[in-house]
């Protein structure tokens, strides 16, 4: 199907640069996921206070003690923390990895999948009710993210342009017809004069 300037802008093919912002779009997200469940982890063990975008899972020891115990010191929580640390470093891997191999937003989008899940399974639906929407607005991106990964990594790279103010390549010179000789031609020309010059001597 050909596509021109009149072609409905919803019936055109996608161009590779709005994938590729959309793209970076949900890798964004999934860094800021990362970067909110990190600060999480310091902030709940301080003063028991978080941050709604980022991941349950990794914070759900410290928010357990700290329920059974709130004033419970810092230092008792190294451990819940080094924990934590290490249940988010997979999203930073998956952010660091998904630039070029969407692959690894596949991996993202089970994490945090998973993530909610245990969420809506661990705590009373009404006390998470806006952690459960922000889970599920990070989870449109990461899907979203997968979609255009996988139709950027299937799309055709772009053919380069050639630089500004560069010359075209010099197309070889036509050859000319009249300086162009056919061999049997020439044969069939000189055959010709002979015959003329016999008949002229009879």
């Known amino acids: 199907m050909n596509f021109n300037a009149n ?3 919803n019936q055109r093919p996608p161009l590779r640069g709005d994938l590729e912002i959309k793209y970076a779009r949900s890798r964004a997200n999934l860094l800021l996921v990362f970067i909110a469940s990190l600060v999480n982890l310091f902030t709940l ?3 028991g206070s ?3 975008f980022s991941a349950s899972i990794p914070s759900f020891l410290i928010d357990l003690i700290r ?3 709130p004033e419970v010191p810092f230092a008792d929580l190294i451990v819940p923390i080094a924990i934590g640390i290490l249940l988010t470093l997979p999203y930073l891997l998956c952010w660091i990895f998904s630039k070029k191999r969407p692959g690894w937003m596949v991996a993202a989008l089970v994490l945090f999948t998973l993530d909610f ?3 809506i399974s661990l705590y009373t639906l009404t006390s998470v009710i806006v952690d459960i929407l922000f889970h599920v607005f990070v989870m449109f991106y990461l899907v979203t993210g997968v979609i255009n990964g996988f139709k950027l990594k299937n799309m055709p790279e772009d053919e380069p342009l050639p630089a500004f103010g560069a010359e075209a390549p010099a197309e070889a010179p036509a050859e ?3 300086n162009t000789f ?3 031609d020439f044969a069939y020309t000189a055959e010709a004069t002979e015959d003329n010059n016999a008949s002229t001597e009879e």
């Open 176 to 178: 000319d017809s009249f």
């Open 45 to 47: 063990a301080l003063n």
């Open 67 to 69: 329920q059974e115990n």
């Open 7 to 9: 072609t409905p802008k």
């Open 182 to 184: 056919n061999e049997a």
């Open 50 to 52: 978080y941050f709604l």
């Open 117 to 119: 899940l245990l969420l």
